[in-house]
Nanobody
Framework: QVQLAESGGGSVPPGGSLRLSCAVSPHNRVPIAVGWFRQAPGKERECVGSIFWRNEIPFYPDSVRGRFTISRDNDKMTVDLQMSGLEPEDTGVYYC??????????????????WGQGTQVTVSS
């Protein structure tokens, strides 16, 4: 069992920045990968970034590449998502999720076994 807890959501104006953090536990259960997803009302959950835990190789979809940066801290067991140049379309509930089996596509929510409760991000003037 892997537990995840998100923090750092909030409201920002367009063009603003936010940093989300995902705490992963327990320390002796290292996931294969951790992904950040967002879900807007009436829309499907989409991946906005993921990272392999061991080698820290990241993945970004085109919609956020260049604006979002994902990073992992092995000592703190956290995965952060730094978001800049935020747009109203980035509004939604942001979730982190852990993948515990190899060979699954990073961008698919179905590849992830454990999820946090989510944190709200609102981009509005």
């Amino acid at each position: 069992q892997v537990q995840l807890a998100e923090s750092g959501g909030g409201s920002v104006p367009p063009g603003g920045s936010l940093r989300l953090s995902c705490a992963v536990s327990p320390h002796n259960r290292v996931p294969i990968a951790v992904g950040w997803f967002r879900q807007a009302p009436g829309k499907e959950r989409e991946c906005v970034g993921s990272i392999f835990w061991r080698n820290e190789i990241p993945f970004y979809p085109d919609s956020v590449r260049g604006r979002f940066t994902i990073s992992r801290d092995n000592d703190k067991m956290t995965v952060d998502l730094q978001m800049s140049g935020l747009e109203p379309e980035d509004t939604g509930v942001y979730y982190c999720a852990a993948q515990t089996s190899v060979g699954r596509p990073l961008r698919s929510p179905l590849s992830y076994d454990f999820w946090g409760q989510g944190t709200q991000v609102t981009v509005s003037s």
